[in-house]
C-alpha cells in the first residue's frame, strides 16, 4: 500500500472512531414506547377529563365531552411521557382544546394543559372545584391570505382545509434558545360543522415535536351559507415556549415565551395545571403494581 492510501486509511479510521465516540455521548434520540405506559396514561387521562365541567359565559348546560381523544401522542426528545388531546365542543364545535398528559421519566407528575377555543369567555371546575376562569376571548380568527372561496362540496372542502394547513409553518423556541421547525400532522384532529354559530366547515390541525402538539391552527369556512363563507384561520399555543407561525413564508402570528408563573395562571385562556401527585380520586385508573 502507497503512502497516500495509507494515509487516506488512517484518516477514515480516525474519523469512524470520532464518530463512534461522539454516538456514545449522546442521549438516545428516541425512547421506545411502552405499552403499558400508554395505556396507563390513556386510562389515567380519561378518568381525568370526565371531571372537568366547563361553561361559556353565564350558559347553565355545560360544554360537551369528546370522550375519545383526538390523538395520542408521545415526546421521546422531552422524556418518556404520554398524552392525549381532548375536546370540550357545543353545537358540534369545539371550544376547549385539553393536552392531559403523564411523565415517566425523567419526572413523574401529570399535566393538564388547557386552551379556550370559545370567542368568549368561559369557566371550569375540575372534580367540583373552580380551576379555570378567563376574561376575554380564547382566538381571534382571521382571514386566510390568498384563500379560494370555500367549495360547494363537503369532500372537496376538507381537500381545501387540507391544502391550506400545508401552506402554513411554526418555529418553536425554546427556553435554551434552541430553535426548530414543528412538523405539520396532515390528517386534521377533528373536522365539524357548525351552522348555529355560521361554521360552514372547519378543521383543526397540529403542528407537533414527536407527536405532541405545540400549536393548534383552527381553520373554518365563516359564513351564513357556503356561498357567501371565507375561509379563516386561528392560532392558538399548546406550550411556554415561543411560537412563531408563517403563511407561504410570512410571519403573520407569535406567542412570546411564557415564564412558568405565567403559564400556570388560571385566568389566562392557555393555563397548565401540574399535579406532582395523581389526585386520589384518579388513583383508581393507575396500573396496579406487579406483585
Do not use: C
Given at each position: ?91 358540534g364545535r369545539p371550544l376547549v382544546v385539553a393536552s392531559l398528559f403523564k411523565w415517566f421519566s425523567p419526572k413523574t407528575n401529570m399535566e393538564h394543559e388547557f386552551h379556550s377555543l370559545a370567542e368568549e369567555p368561559l369557566n371550569a371546575r375540575f372534580h367540583g372545584k373552580p380551576v379555570w376562569k378567563t376574561s376575554e376571548s380564547g382566538l381571534r380568527f382571521v382571514n386566510v391570505p390568498n384563500a379560494p372561496a370555500p ?141
Amino acid at each position: 500500500m502507497s503512502g497516500r492510501w495509507l494515509l487516506v486509511v488512517m484518516i477514515l479510521i480516525g474519523s469512524l472512531a470520532v464518530g463512534l465516540l461522539g454516538s456514545r455521548a449522546q442521549k438516545p434520540a428516541e425512547t421506545p414506547a411502552n405499552r403499558e405506559n400508554i395505556d396507563a396514561a390513556l386510562k389515567l387521562t380519561q378518568a381525568a377529563a370526565k371531571e372537568y365541567e366547563i361553561r361559556v359565559g353565564d350558559e347553565n348546560r355545560p360544554l360537551e365531552l369528546k370522550r375519545e381523544p383526538v390523538l395520542q401522542w408521545s415526546n421521546p426528545v422531552a422524556g418518556n411521557v404520554h398524552g392525549n388531546v381532548f375536546l370540550w365542543t357545543r353545537d358540534g364545535r369545539p371550544l376547549v382544546v385539553a393536552s392531559l398528559f403523564k411523565w415517566f421519566s425523567p419526572k413523574t407528575n401529570m399535566e393538564h394543559e388547557f386552551h379556550s377555543l370559545a370567542e368568549e369567555p368561559l369557566n371550569a371546575r375540575f372534580h367540583g372545584k373552580p380551576v379555570w376562569k378567563t376574561s376575554e376571548s380564547g382566538l381571534r380568527f382571521v382571514n386566510v391570505p390568498n384563500a379560494p372561496a370555500p367549495a360547494a362540496i363537503e369532500a372537496q372542502r376538507l381537500f381545501q382545509l387540507k391544502q391550506l394547513a400545508r401552506d402554513f409553518a411554526v418555529t418553536k423556541k425554546r427556553y435554551d434558545a434552541t430553535e426548530s421547525e414543528l412538523r405539520l400532522l396532515a390528517k386534521p384532529l377533528h373536522s365539524y360543522a357548525a351552522p348555529k354559530h355560521g361554521v360552514v366547515h372547519g378543521a383543526l390541525f397540529a403542528f407537533v415535536q414527536g407527536t405532541d402538539p405545540d400549536l393548534i391552527l383552527l381553520i373554518e369556512a365563516r359564513g351564513e351559507k357556503v356561498s357567501s363563507a371565507r375561509w379563516q384561520y386561528a392560532a392558538t399555543r399548546m406550550t411556554g415556549a415561543e411560537l412563531r407561525l408563517r403563511h407561504r413564508d410570512k410571519q403573520i402570528w407569535k406567542a412570546d415565551l411564557l415564564s412558568q408563573a405565567e403559564y400556570t395562571d388560571p385566568r389566562r385562556v392557555y393555563t397548565n395545571f401540574i399535579f406532582k401527585e395523581t389526585p386520589d380520586f384518579l388513583k383508581d385508573a393507575l396500573p396496579k403494581p406487579r406483585s
